[in-house]
């Protein structure tokens, strides 16, 4: 009976031995999934996004976003026969509801389009016949679901480069700046009827204003006092290293550049009379040089999206020294534009829009947390319920 009873309880130690080993495994490739599917976590940090609407673009031929505005996301879009730019009620982006349009007229092709209170200043070009005659039009969207025109400027013949998505406008005070093959600037304190009111030799780029300054970003960064709005003064320009700029922003004192391929660029521009560059990211050499393209950016407190072949998260809390932490693949197509508000990314992509929510937990998790538990916990856990299992059989 005694020999039975030992190699009874030799059996079911065996038995929850193995059952506690099974439960463990399970539970540490739950761990390790997590780090290796949403993100490859390469700063402090953890971050995961979720799709919560998959294409905001069924019933037409193509679009793109333009901004989001106090839980509106302002879409254009082309039907092919027509062109109008789409108001979108965004509060729960998981059922967005279209509340209102506007059509552009015949030929007109929007280039840009930015907000400031009720009032939507956008940039517009007239199509085939005159493609290099551009105004400035404004659009009240107090109703979102009757934007009206309230006026446009005469047509003036500047070259835009017809680029939809970028910075080619910006406001300030009553002016809206314009940049083209000469940066225009327009007193818009009559809504019903914008005029220039002057024009500067200037290199085509991105327009920004911080601080009272302009920022014109193209391959090197130059600044402009707006003491006077109608009579910039320049102060001072940093030449670039790297091209093409496919995207800028600023933060702070700082002019943040995305190139298409070789990655982000840091401008320190405290001093507006001597700016330099004060950080130089390149992607790492073992990624394939596809995963580094950058199209686009969007700044959103101390955090910068970046997409292109992927979407990009960077800490840019100390812009000397950027962290990237999160590298994350999103479908088979290239991210043309992107958007966050409200803890949403609202990405386009060249045939469609897809909306993202995102968590980003602060607790410092990563991925060699993730592959250690995932790979080490195990092997621990198996040596030790081995010896165990050895101790009780003597």
Not at 168 to 195: A, Q
Not at 255 to 279: H, K, L, N, R
Not at 291 to 314: H, N, P, S, T, W
Request: aromatic letters at 10%.
């Amino acid at each position: 009976m005694g020999v039975l009873k030992r190699n009874e309880n030799r059996n079911l130690v065996r038995k929850d031995s193995v059952t506690t080993l099974l439960k463990l495994l399970f539970i540490s490739s739950i761990v390790l999934c997590v780090s290796m599917s949403n993100a490859t976590i390469m700063g402090e940090g953890f971050f995961i996004i979720d799709e919560v609407h998959n294409s905001l673009l069924d019933d037409v031929r193509s679009g793109y976003v333009l901004c989001e505005q106090d839980g509106l996301l302002y879409l254009a879009v082309d039907l092919g026969y027509k062109r109008l730019v789409r108001i979108i009620d965004v509060q729960q982006p998981e059922s967005p509801v279209v509340v209102g349009s506007y059509d552009l007229e015949d030929a007109e092709h929007l280039v840009d389009f930015k907000i400031s209170e009720n009032i939507a200043y956008m940039l517009t070009e007239l199509g085939i016949f005159s493609p290099f005659r551009c105004s400035v039009a404004l659009l009240n969207i107090t109703d979102p679901t009757n934007p009206v025109r309230v006026g446009s400027s005469a047509l003036e013949n500047v070259r835009t480069y017809q680029v939809s998505f970028s910075d080619r406008i910006c406001i300030y005070n009553n002016y809206t700046y314009v940049s083209s093959n000469e940066l225009l600037i327009f007193d818009c304190s009559n809504r019903t009827l914008p005029v220039k009111v002057a024009s500067y030799t200037s290199s085509l780029g991105d327009l920004h204003v911080k601080n009272d300054c302009l920022y014109l970003v193209s391959t090197d960064v130059k600044i402009y006092s707006l003491a006077d709005p109608v009579n910039p003064v320049f102060l001072g320009a940093v030449n670039s290293t790297k091209q093409p700029t496919t995207g800028s922003g600023v933060y702070g004192n700082y002019v943040i550049s995305a190139f298409q391929e070789s990655g982000i660029q840091v401008y320190d521009c405290t001093d507006p009379t001597q700016p330099t560059i004060c950080e130089d990211y390149d992607f790492p050499n073992w990624e394939d040089p596809v995963e580094g393209i950058i199209q686009d950016l969007d700044i959103v407190g101390d955090r910068l999206f970046a997409g292109g072949g992927k979407l990009y998260v960077f800490d840019i809390s100390i812009p000397q020294n950027l962290k990237r932490i999160a590298r994350i693949n999103i479908g088979d197509q290239n991210i043309s534009r992107i958007t966050v508000a409200n803890n949403y990314i609202y990405l386009t992509f060249p045939s469609n829009i897809r909306v993202y929510s995102y968590v980003e937990n602060s607790l410092g998790r990563n991925l060699g947390l993730g592959l250690g538990i995932g790979v080490c916990l195990p092997i621990v856990v198996g040596a030790s319920l081995v010896t165990m299992w050895k101790k009780k059989r003597v």
